[in-house]
Every structure is written in C-alpha cells, then in structure tokens.
C-alpha cells in the first residue's frame, strides 16, 4: 500500500539533544512520528494519517517500521532529511527512497529567504505566496493549507510570577512531558506536521514545474528536473557525507591549547605592562573587553552622534583574576575600516586596533631612541630613515598610534603594544573557534569522528557548514598553531585532498569568453603575473626584454633563475593584479578598492580602467548582467539556477549597489558551486572509488576531502583529480580547463 503514494515521514519530535549545539549523529532519541500520504490513502478506518508513540518503553513499534524505512521503491518526503534521518540511522535503520527535501525544494525556488522569513517548516507553510497553487481545487478556490503551529502557540504557558500573577515570559514543557501530559493536542499538532510538509511539497514542486530550466539559451525542462538529477541526488550525497564525519586527533589539540594559551599570556602581559605605564590599575585590566579597552584609549572621547555625551575620564571595571586564563572577548572586525561603532563610541574592533598598531610585531619590543621622528599628518609615519633597533623597519610601517603619541619612542612603544593586543585576540579567535569547539563531545559521535551539518543555504548555492563550521578554517599562513593537522585519518588510511585552481576566475573567462583570460589560462604558469603583464606597458616590457621571467621552472644543478621573476621584480604591479582579478569577479568598484589600497578613488579607477582595457568582454558580460537583473528581477548560473532581486525601481541608491554586485558575482560564485556539485556526485557514482573504499567527508568551497585505504591512495588520486577535471558527467563543456591539485597524507595540514 505505501508504495502506490508519496510518503510522507516526520520524525516529529527528538528529546535529549540541544539541536543548536549538538550533532543529530549518536544524539537524541524519536519520542513520535508520523506518516502521511494524501486524503487518498487509507491506513485503516478512513485515515490517511499515521502517528506512532514511541515514547516510555515503545521503541520496538519503531524497529517494526524497517521494511516501510529501508524500501526504496517507498517514496519519502522531508523537510530537513538532514536532522531526521540520522536520528533514525541513529537506532541502525537505512533509510532508502529519499524523493525530496522541501527545505532545498524551498532554497531552489527562492534563495533569498534566508533573509526574508527563512526555511523552517513553519514560515514556509504560513505564508501565502509559498503555499498558493497555481492550479484550483473542484470548487473554485486556491488550494491553500493550514500552516505549521508553533509549539509556543499551542503549548506556551506564561509563568507565574511570586506574587501568582502572570508574567511576560513564556515557557513550554518538555517534548516528552506535552506528549504524555497533552495527548490530544499534540498528537494534532505532530500529525500536521506531516500534513503541512506535503502541501509545501506540492505546492513547491508546482512552482518549480512552471519555472523554465535553460542551458546557454536552451530549455532543457522545468527547475523541477534540475532538482531531481542534481539536487536530490546530491542531498543524498550530503547526508553521507555528514554521516561519514572526519576524525580529529583530540590530544594533539589538547597540547595546542597549552601552546596557544601560555602565548595569549604573554602578548597580555605585554601590552599590560604598557598600559599600566600610563594608568596604574590597567596591570589588572581584562583585555578582552572592549568596554576596558575603549574606556583606556578613549576616556573623554564625545560621542560621534551624539555630541553631548562623551565617555567618562576614569571608570571603576570589575576586573578578573588575571591568574587564571583570560575569558574570551566577543569581537565582530567591520568589513571596512570604521573608527567609530554605529552607536559613535570609538571603535575597538580588530581592524581599528590593527590600524592604530600598524605593520609591527609585539615580539620586536625593544625600542631604540628614535626622537628625531616626526609625526605625519595622516598615519604617523615618517620619512627619516629611523628603524627599530637591529630590524630596518622604516617609520612608515607604524599604525595611527605613533602619531597620537607624539611620535618618537613613545609613539613606537605605543603601536608594539597595541600589536601585542591584536595578538590577544588573534589568539583568542582560534582558541574560541577552532581549538576548543573541536575537543567537544556535542559535535562528535560515538566513535569520535566530529560531523558537521552541510547545508545549500548560501544565496549563490555554495555550501555552508555549522556545528561545526568546518569550512571556517584559519588561512593556511594564519594556521599558526597548525589546526588542520588535527584533522586526521584512521589507522591504515589516507586522506586525499582536491583543490581546484582558480576556479572562480576559470568561470569568469568561460561565461564572458574572454579571450585574454582563456589563452592566459592555457598558457599556464603564473596567472597573476600574467596580468601584471598586461595591465602595465613596463612590465611587459621587461619581460619582452627578457630582464624579468614570467616563470622558472629549475633544471639540475640551477639554484636561482638568470633574471628576476616577475612577482619579485615588480611584487607590487603584480599584488595590485592579483587584488584586481578576484575584486572584478566579485563586483567591487574603484571606491571599495581605493579603501583597499589606500589610495584616491582616482587612482583606484585608473588602475581598474588598466585591467579591463585587456578584458573587455568581461566588462560587456558584468553590464549585460546589471541590465539582467534590472529588466528580469535575476541572473542565472552556469547550471541554470536563478537568484532572484527586488526591482531596482523600490530601492535605495545603496541597494541598487547591492544588488549590481551581486548580479555580476553570483553566475560566478553560483557557477563555480555548480561545478564543485558536479565533481562531487562524478566523484560519489564512481565505482572504482566505491570498490577501493574511498568515501567523501568534506566540501571547502573549491576542495574537497575523502578518506580511504592507503594502499590505494595514488590510484584514488588519479580518479579523483580526473572526475574534478570532467565533472559534467565525465567531460569538460567548459571553454577553459580545469586545474586540479591533489596530495594524499595523513592529516588535512600535510595534504594542503
């Protein structure tokens, strides 16, 4: 019987896990759930709705629901496969027949709702221009659906306050407690569940049928077949991968932890030592907090909106046992450079301190006298030739403190400090994001493998990662303490690690066809120099001249190459290149780079101007998209996904900004997920790899990670550098080729 409908599966509630911090791997137990197929079926006495208990004693009755679980020819749907199913995975059930997932059927349909009332089961199901059909029922009428109740309407009770009346705050009994308690109710409120998932997954499956799926102009189908030959193959995909989890080295970050703390103390100590130099008590000052800090620096500054408040001269702080490890300070960098908060006290983020402490080191702390140096206008540096002692640092490389210190010796001690704060934090950042949250028992299951949820919720339809962020790594020059080398493989195993080259830039010479860009790319070699090339007439001609070397490849025997090469002879024309190459993919105008290189707008738009006068299709590609997203409201990938916009007729001058940014990076971020997807599901059908035991674990953006037996590592390789290669189904439609590094170690650290 269940094999004539579309199934649908809740795992209606979980109770013992804290589904914000923890994996749903090895964690939580199904108290209910429910199944439901349409007014059609008929489980017994007229019902077309299933709820089971499993609640006190009944998980046998669950065991009794295998055959219905692990049928594939049962079709499923779901809203969040992710969570519910490795809670049921959890009690050893396969679940087979995963026909959809109305969460990414949502995503397909309106990237943008992340922003706009989100994905949950019920913002979806309450709003009406996601649960209208197009079509209309017998009597005339739209085929609308009650949506999902929230537990706090139905189940949420004020507290009583001590004197017995009612107060403002509102609580809900435990899941376990309502479904024993208020038996009736929720077994409504569980059953809708189901109830509300099919509706949205009929009403969303209508709007993606009508919805033209193109290729390069062509109609291929409607957006629902995307769906069901990319998507939900690839939703399967992902929760295998979450399954699989990476192994980590817990007693390796354990010693890391030591490591980065006893230096967190150091650099404090440090700038204390400073401070208290210039108020007494800063030796017991917490420098993790911005509310201390901002009162040191800038005590008696006026409020930048509101001028007649001003923060006060002196301020008594609780301050903590500076014999214990400093607790962590919350920082949020701006994007740009702001000075001040939006609320107009002086700002302490990251980027601010950073500018007041310059290009210095907190390690090179002795001070020579320089009292000769003299304060500049702008950024305090100077032009006498004075360094610190036995470094050469030119005066220059001080932040905005020299000045306001008066410059000299004061001024110099000044920046070293305040770099020994942006140590502090530094530190701090990868203590609180990396070390620590890897050692915890929330995100691993039992056999101590961390499993991330992986999740098509970006608005360009690149993954994203939580609990953990795996993706979230330090930047391999940042990785100081060497995180990625916790990442590890089993015994007798390897990890392969994929990288594609330059992916995004690929895309953009294929979707504009530019023809400097592609034969820079099958030229090989440096691309970035390739561009400084191109972009400067002197550079060019010192390569023409041979006085610089595009690239060197050493021969036996030579240890250095006859000439320069380019990126050291002309570091910074090639810098700017480079800057420029990843700033046009993404939109950026001459006013963000000038912020970026410190220079004029002028400036910024000359240099900007230098590179598109080699790349003109790229510019005739960028406006044809503005003019897209103006006319047609959304812009398209290389797979034909859209991201849809507001009319830039209802908008601001800043959003309408926005918006013509986002048109010109999404074809290209949106199309380089595109591919990755691709390579990934090339990479999970074949069966050699399936033969050899190597499996996915995870998706970085352009990389990705699988694990298998080391024997058979080099061969795995091959195979997995030839599917990223020829991702669209064994072959490479693209204009430009694919470049694909790959390492085979035995940690993340020594494959990158």
């Known amino acids: 019987m269940f094999s004539t409908f579309i199934s649908i599966l809740i795992p209606v509630q979980v109770s013992g896990i804290d589904v914000k911090e923890e994996t749903p791997v090895d964690h939580g137990e199904i108290i209910c759930f429910s199944i439901y197929s349409g007014k059609q079926a008929d489980y017994g006495n ?34 969040n496969y992710s969570f519910d199913s490795h809670v049921i995975r959890n009690y050893g059930i396969n679940i087979s027949g995963f026909h959809a997932d109305t969460m990414h059927l949502a995503r397909l349909w309106d990237s943008s709702r992340r922003t706009d009332g989100g994905y949950s089961l019920e913002a979806l199901t309450s709003n009406g221009n996601v649960m209208k059909r197009q079509k209309q029922s017998a ?8 949506g999902k109740i929230s537990m706090k309407s139905l189940f949420g009770k004020k507290k009583v306050k001590k004197d017995g009346s009612e107060g403002k705050l509102i609580s809900i009994a435990s899941v376990e407690t309502l479904q024993r308690e208020e038996r009736e109710p929720w077994i409504c409120y569980s059953a809708l569940d189901s109830m509300s998932t099919l509706k949205l997954f009929e009403s969303l499956k209508e709007k ?39 192994l980590v080295d817990r007693a390796y970050l354990a010693e890391v932890e030591k490591v980065a703390v006893a230096e967190q103390q150091v650099a404090a100590e440090r700038f204390r030592k400073w401070a208290s ?52 300070g919350k920082k949020s960098p701006l994007k740009n450079l702001e000075m001040y908060t939006l609320s107009g006290w002086p700002s302490v983020s990251g980027d601010a301190l950073k500018a007041l402490a310059g290009k ?27 360094t610190t002692s036995g470094k050469g640092r030119d005066a220059s490389a001080y932040g905005l403190a020299y000045s306001a210190f008066k410059g000299g010796r004061k001024g110099a001690e000044a920046c070293h400090a305040i770099a020994a704060l942006c140590e502090v934090c530094s530190i701090d950042s990868l203590i609180s994001n990396f070390i620590l949250p890897l050692q915890g028992n929330h995100i691993a299951g039992r056999s101590g493998r961390i499993h991330c949820s992986l999740n098509i919720n970006t608005e360009t339809g690149r993954l994203s990662a939580r609990r953990p962020n795996l993706q979230n790594q330090p930047a391999l ?54 561009t400084a090339m191109n972009m400067y007439d002197h550079v060019r001609e010192a ?103 507001p009319s830039m007729d209802k908008v601001s001058n800043a959003q309408k900004g926005h918006i013509e940014r986002a048109a010109i990076n999404t074809p290209v971020q949106g199309s380089a997920a595109d591919v990755a997807m691709c390579a990934m599901l090339e990479i999970a059908k074949n069966k050699r790899l399936q033969e050899l035991g190597w499996r996915l674990l995870l998706q970085v953006h ?29 072959k490479n439609t693209l204009r430009v080729g694919l470049s694909v590094d790959a390492k085979c170690a035995s940690n993340w650290y020594a494959a990158k």
């Open 208 to 246: 993606l049928m009508a919805r033209d799926w193109i290729i390069d102009g062509s109609k291929k189908g409607s957006m629902y077949d995307f769906y069901n030959e990319y998507w939900r193959p690839f939703g399967d995909l992902l929760i295998k991968m979450e399954a699989e989890g990476m």
């Open 543 to 645: 390569v023409n001249e041979k006085k610089v070397l595009l690239e060197w490849h050493a021969q036996p025997g030579e240890e250095k190459p006859p000439v320069p090469l380019l990126k050291d002879a002309f570091a910074a024309e090639r810098r700017k290149a480079k800057m420029l190459n990843f700033s046009i993919a993404y939109g950026k105008t001459p006013v963000g780079l000038s912020r970026d290189w410190k220079v004029s707008v002028k400036e910024a738009k000359e240099t900007v101007e230098l590179w598109y006068n080699d790349r003109q299709e790229v510019l005739t590609w960028q406006e044809a998209r503005k003019k897209e997203a103006k006319e047609h409201r959304c812009v398209h990938t290389l797979l034909g996904r859209a991201r849809h916009f």
């Open 702 to 730: 352009d990389e990705v990670i699988l694990e298998g037996p080391t024997e058979s590592a080099e061969e795995a390789k091959a195979i997995v550098v030839d599917c990223m290669s020829k991702p669209f189904n064994g």
């Open 277 to 328: 130099s210039y108020c007494a008590d800063a030796k017991y000052m917490n420098v993790g907090s911005d509310a201390q800090i901002r009162q040191l620096f800038f005590g008696g500054f006026q409020n930048k909106k509101e001028p007649t408040e001003s923060l006060p001269i002196s301020k008594t702080f609780k301050v903590p046992n500076t014999d214990k490890i400093i607790e962590e």
């Open 139 to 146: 009597n005339g009428e739209d085929d609308l659906t009650t």
């Open 46 to 79: 007229g019902r077309s709705c299933i709820w089971v208990d499993v609640l006190d004693g009944e998980k046998n009755i669950l065991l009794e629901f295998i055959p219905f679980f692990e049928n594939p020819a049962i079709k499923k749907v779901w809203h």
């Open 477 to 530: 020059e940042k990785d100081r303490y060497k995180i990625r080398q916790a990442f590890i493989a089993a015994p007798g195993n390897s990890l392969i690690v994929a990288d594609y080259g330059q992916l995004e830039l690929r895309i953009l010479a294929h979707l504009a066809d530019c023809k400097s860009m592609l034969h820079a790319f099958e030229a090989g070699g440096d691309f970035h120099s390739r």
């Open 360 to 386: 210095v080191s907190f390690n090179d702390f002795q001070i020579p006298d320089c009292s000769n140096m003299s304060p500049s206008n702008k950024s305090g540096a100077t032009n006498d030739g004075c």
